[in-house]
Nanobody, 120 residues
Framework: QVQLVESGGGLVQPGGSLRLSCAAS????????MSWYRQTPGKERELVAG????????DYIHSVKGRFTISRDNAKNTVYLQMNSLNPEDTAVYYCSARYAYVRDAINYWGKGTLVTVSS
């Protein structure tokens, strides 16, 4: 069965770093655009970062540019999000998502999420 499993979340102090991982199984990610989203209880889920199937292009929301880096290792069927200089505003449940890149309006696969808490 298709699965995305996030790991690496936890409690970190402001200014600290975490690396999130997203391990895919049941399919290969090489033809999929991969993304990280985040959500807090009072807000809609928002796109944080995205990466094209071969890793040739990336996109970030303005608030994380220069601090977060999305990357992928297709041979390992895994996507990463390196998060540096974390702020309390980064606290959220972070979700990994995969979307087949060559079909219009293709459905996204979703992981269950991993909680990131930035606090002193």
């Amino acid at each position: 069965q298709v699965q995305l499993v996030e790991s690496g979340g936890g409690l970190v102090q402001p200014g600290g770093s975490l690396r999130l991982s997203c391990a895919a199984s049941g399919f290969t990610i090489n033809n999929h655009a991969m993304s990280w989203y985040r959500q807090t209880p009072g807000k809609e889920r928002e796109l944080v970062a995205g990466i094209s199937p071969l890793g040739r292009s990336t996109d970030y929301i303005h608030s994380v540019k220069g601090r977060f880096t999305i990357s992928r290792d297709n041979a390992k069927n895994t996507v990463y999000l390196q998060m540096n200089s974390l702020n309390p505003e980064d606290t959220a449940v972070y979700y990994c998502s995969a979307r087949y890149a060559y079909v219009r309006d293709a459905i996204n696969y979703w992981g269950k999420g991993t909680l990131v808490t930035v606090s002193s």
